[in-house]
């Protein structure tokens, strides 16, 4: 790692000391010289470093505050905001743009950011075809990139796709210097496991896998505006009520994976502000569709017709029931789709076609063992499948191990699942991610595959019509309902815990648990 600290203060000497730590009297409490650092608490690790290659929430928070893209999202309904480009602008056919750089922009080096920079970033995230990628593959090509000067970088896509603004904020600008010098054989995968090569407001200060990520104003930050902070700790709890006992106590500041009943028991807590906001966020337990019981149709749909969905909804609180696999309100999301509900006589008649038609089978579901939501939707599923004479092994496990169980259908337990939260306020977001055959491998689609559903999705991605596209998607959530390769949840609100000393937080439905810390102050 580049060595951002050389510059540092006195206020920072004294965060690099260990002021602010979590479990000591919160930064934002103490004199106004102590350095103010915002404690986070969070059941996910952080799998690598690595911004081209990780995913998930904690990873999308790691990339909104120690690297810096393009352009960012903000505000609800949410935006696309200057990043690194001061402006932009693109061709009426929507096919080529242009942005236009801040001057200001550093690494934590101290190098400018240059086009160059941004070039060798996206074509290195398509190349590595890892992480978020997904959201451009058959999009952009290395050959539509190019540094027209230092300051300008001109991207032709090689297909139309109307989200393009949208998704840039998940493509993270590296230093082209560093990554190359640490290339390996690898492609840098192995140095940037450990270490960092942004431009964000804030550098890696101390990491800490398993317990907590120390997180230091970068001495180059160039961001203007802001909030106070001088640090954020970004700290491990493997339970949510965990979470709400820190909150409560004034232990840490924000709390992320509060389940309804914490909410509930936080209502009129002192000191607490409770943020409970609808968000494009599903939960679904995918079905390993390749191999075991649930590769028959007839299993899945069986299962399908026999979970207790009233059940799953009351134990989700704050939350409605999905109607197939997009969003409530999402474009093109069809509110009279027919989906499987509660139904016993067509649940038995499913099963009387498999190879086990009297049940008498075990599965197994595994879940995060930091979410205990997740526990309890497994129970539900429990419950219903005794009706089938199915039993159901239930094991928590780490979020990293989970992930990988993804590799394989051979390691992917019979079902597996998924909270999904937008990255960008697009059906392709869940579409491509959740159901693209692409996606295999992933945790968001694991083994799922049909060239019909694939199709569908790469017309949906790149059609500009509005009607046409909405025409589009009501073909692909027919064709996934037939197929029954999930169970189709809840769509929960979003429930986050803050501590009143918290200023500037706006809330935003896209990956709102991956909190932008920049804009925000404590007092």
Known sequence: MTDPFRALGRRDLLLLAGAGVAGAALPGRLHAQTPRVLVIA???????????????????????NVYDPLLRISGNPPRPVPGLARSWDGSADGMTHEFHLDPAARFHSGAPVTAEDVVYSFARALRLAKGNSWMLRGILTPGGLDAVDPATVRITLA?????????????????????????????????????????????????????????????????????NLDGVIW???????????LLQRGEIHVALDLTSEDMDALEGAPGVVRVIEPEYRTFTIKMNTRRGPLADI?????????????????TAGYADLMVGPLPLGILGHDPDLAVPRHDPDAARAHLARTATPEGGISLKIVYSANLEQQRRYALV???????????????????????????????????????????????????????HSA?????????????????????????????????????????????????????????????????GHVFTPVAANAIECWPLSLV
């Not at 969070?42 to 909104?64: C, K, V």
């Not at 700290?235 to 006992?245: H, M, Q, S, V």
Request: glycine letters at 8%.
């Open 159 to 227: 297909a139309p796709f109307a989200a393009f603004l949208q998704v840039l904020p998940w493509f993270p600008v590296v230093e082209k210097a560093a990554v190359e010098a640490h290339l390996g054989e690898d492609d840098g995968q192995s140095w940037l496991m450990t270490q960092t090569a942004g431009s964000g407001p804030f550098a890696l200060q101390q990491a800490r896998p398993g317990a907590l990520y120390r997180f230091v104003r970068a001495p180059t930050a160039w961001q203007g505006g802001g909030g």
């Open 381 to 435: 599923l429990l419950d219903s499948l005794r009706a089938l004479n199915i039993t159901l092994e239930i094991q928590p496990m780490r979020w990293p191990e989970m992930v990988a169980a993804c590799a394989s259908p051979d390691t992917l337990p019979d079902f597996f699942p998924v909270y999904q939260t937008a990255n960008y306020g697009d059906p392709d977001n869940f579409a491509y991610a959740a159901y």
């Open 298 to 314: 007839n299993m899945r749909r069986a299962i399908s017709h026999a979970l207790d969905y009233d059940a799953l909804r009351d």
């Open 439 to 503: 996606s295999n491998g992933n945790w968001q689609n694991p083994v799922f595959a049909d060239p019909e559903v694939d199709r569908l999705i790469e017309a949906g991605g790149t059609e500009t019509d509005i009607d046409t596209r909405k025409a589009i998607y009501g073909d692909f959530q027919r064709k996934v309902v037939a197929d029954a390769p999930d169970l189709f949840g809840v769509q929960e609100r979003r429930k986050l815990g803050l501590r009143d000393a918290v200023r």
């Open 42 to 64: 969070s059941g996910q690790d952080f799998p690598n470093l690595d911004p081209h290659t990780a995913t998930g929430y904690a990873p999308a928070f790691f990339m909104r």
């Open 235 to 245: 700290r491990i709890a493997r339970e949510g009520a965990t979470e709400r006992l």
